[in-house]
């Protein structure tokens, strides 16, 4: 059956349909990033400095894309990572973004911002699935988090580190866009004129907030505060301790970019990390997430996994990860495109398009399993 997205043949293509349907405010809500955005830029730009060394006549008549992770069996090395208000993009989007996950065998990453409870996307059955938390200044918020999370069948936990302050995200602030949304005439006016939005959306717009931020059994008001606000910039190692001895199962931390903080991690019970610049969405000028994942690697010594998410828009970007210590990466933009594209079957396609581009690259670079590669598949391409 048809669905209108068999045209889309790349991410690129995702993100220039996402462009067409979205309001301005909502597709820069995921397009944006911090002030001058070269950290976003950098993000991508950096796979144009890494080139394959192919070995075709090693011959690959048949391709074994999946890995395991924390003693789950991934068909493929990319999941779902942690997006704010995935329900803004399409009705009930962080089930619909759960359940296409699911079926592409991919792991899936709840943010804490979701417009779905935990307990809601929990409900799909998508594993593993992990949940994102954060240190909070009332800390008995974070342990309802964590409980709450383990209480509907989590599979892991990933502490953000990287936005206890939030970034200085120009394009929302001139689009007078705020988190959650508050719905203004101008962002009124700016969503009217993407008619088939409007319309998808008339029912979830009205009461869209964060539906996991719950106190004393009632939602929390938004309209006299800011979630930042709730975040602890004094977040500490000690809160990485309180919450590793709270959390049974696999514990990550993302928002690595040091290799100090990496080389820690383990010590602290830590299971995993994510290298990550969240986006580019936080400290413009950090480090690439590739351009950081090396030293990581190196730091950790093989002790836990390390994974890694910003600017990844093709199957390539991927095996250029997994080439230099990576064990999956993560998408957050690419599923967001699809989402707004459509729905379900918007991140379906997404998945597929990095599921068939890893597998032709697989074959072409001459490798059967993803745990063949390494950095002698890779060379350094020098810069102007």
């Given at each position: 059956m048809a669905t209108g997205l068999e045209g889309l043949l790349s991410v690129a293509d995702m993100r220039r349909a996402a462009r067409r349907k979205l309001p301005r405010p909502v597709f820069d809500l995921a397009d944006g990033a911090a002030e001058d955005e070269w950290t976003l830029r950098r993000n991508e730009a950096v796979f144009d400095t890494l080139a394959f060394l192919p070995k075709p006549l090693d011959g690959t008549p048949a391709r074994d894309l999946s890995v395991t992770l924390f003693g789950h069996r991934l068909k493929t090395p990319v999941l779902v990572g942690p997006t704010g208000m995935q329900g803004l993009f399409w009705p009930d989007g962080e089930r619909c973004a759960a359940r296409a996950a699911?079926?592409?065998?991919?792991?899936?990453?709840?943010?804490?911002?979701?417009?779905?409870?935990?307990?809601?996307?929990?409900?799909?059955?998508?594993?593993?699935?992990?949940m994102q938390v954060f240190v909070y200044r009332d800390r008995d918020f974070t342990r309802q988090f964590v409980d709450r999370a383990a209480a509907c069948g989590y599979e892991g936990l990933v502490l953000t580190v990287d936005n206890q302050f939030g970034g200085n995200r120009e394009r929302d602030r001139r689009n007078g866009f705020t988190i959650p949304p508050r719905l203004g005439p101008v962002q009124v006016g700016a969503m009217a004129i993407k008619p088939g939005w409007l319309w998808r959306m008339r029912k979830a717009l009205p009461g869209l907030s964060f539906a996991n931020y719950v106190k004393d059994g009632k939602p929390i008001d938004f309209r006299k505060s800011n979630v930042a606000a709730m975040f602890d910039p004094g977040m500490s190692w000690a809160d990485v301790d309180l919450i590793r001895a709270r959390w049974k199962g696999p514990f990550l931390l993302k928002g690595i970019?040091?290799?100090?903080?990496?080389?820690?991690?383990?010590?602290?019970?830590?299971?995993?990390?994510?290298?990550?610049?969240?986006?580019?969405?936080?400290?413009?000028?950090?480090?690439?997430?590739?351009?950081?994942?090396?030293?990581?690697?190196?730091?950790?010594?093989?002790?836990?996994?390390?994974?890694?998410?910003?600017?990844?828009?093709?199957?390539?970007?991927?095996?250029?990860?997994?080439?230099?210590?990576?064990?999956?990466?993560?998408?957050?933009?690419?599923?967001?495109?699809?989402?707004?594209?459509?729905?379900?079957?918007?991140?379906?396609?997404?998945?597929?398009?990095?599921?068939?581009?890893?597998?032709?690259?697989?074959?072409?670079?001459?490798?059967?399993?993803?745990?063949?590669?390494?950095?002698?598949?890779?060379?350094?391409?020098?810069?102007?």
């Open positions: 699911m079926a592409a065998g991919a792991g899936f990453v709840l943010s804490h911002a979701s417009i779905c409870t935990m307990e809601d996307v929990a409900g799909t059955g998508v594993s593993p699935r992990f970019l040091h290799p100090d903080e990496a080389r820690r991690a383990p010590d602290h019970g830590v299971d995993g990390i994510i290298v990550s610049n969240h986006g580019g969405r936080q400290l413009d000028g950090a480090a690439s997430a590739m351009d950081a994942l090396p030293a990581v690697v190196e730091a950790v010594g093989g002790r836990i996994p390390v994974l890694v998410d910003g600017g990844f828009r093709r199957g390539t970007d991927v095996l250029k990860a997994l080439c230099l210590g990576a064990t999956a990466t993560l998408i957050g933009r690419p599923q967001l495109w699809g989402l707004s594209v459509g729905g379900e079957a918007g991140v379906a396609h997404v998945l597929e398009i990095f599921r068939s581009e890893i597998d032709r690259a697989m074959g072409l670079l001459g490798v059967t399993s993803l745990a063949e590669l390494g950095p002698t598949y890779l060379q350094r391409v020098p810069q102007p």
